[in-house]
């Protein structure tokens, strides 16, 4: 069983900063990708950015330059750092991981952490 634990989100003013993190514990041998989304209400989930389990990162247009995912990986920690944070920025931030058994990949859901950018 895989555990993970999100922290880090809260309310912040338009244009500041915030830094999530997502810890993951339990039955983990191998992590590959590590990832964050986030799902406003009335919208879809909406994936954010990833990386692997070498380094290589990924981010979605809306974030580009304003978001960075890093992850620890002798503590199975994810992070997001987010700044220049906007209004739309809204939203229900999950983290996501996969995690590598044989030859099988299983993900597994943070909580979710809210995130509030007021205007």
């Known amino acids: 069983q895989v555990h993970l634990v999100e922290s880090g989100g809260g309310l912040v003013q338009a244009g500041g900063s915030l830094r999530l993190s997502c810890a993951a514990s339990g039955s983990i041998f191998s992590i590959n990708h590590m990832g964050w989304y986030r799902q406003a209400p009335g919208k879809q989930r909406e994936s954010l950015a990833y990386i692997t389990s070498g380094g290589t990162t990924n981010y979605a247009d809306s974030v580009k330059g304003r978001f960075t995912i890093s992850r620890d990986n002798a503590k199975n920690t994810v992070y997001l750092q987010m700044n220049s944070l906007k ?20 993900d597994y859901w943070g909580q979710g952490t809210q995130v509030t950018v007021s205007s």
């Open 87 to 106: 209004p739309e920025d809204t939203a229900v931030y999950y983290c996501q991981i996969v995690v590598i058994v044989g030859v099988n990949g299983y």
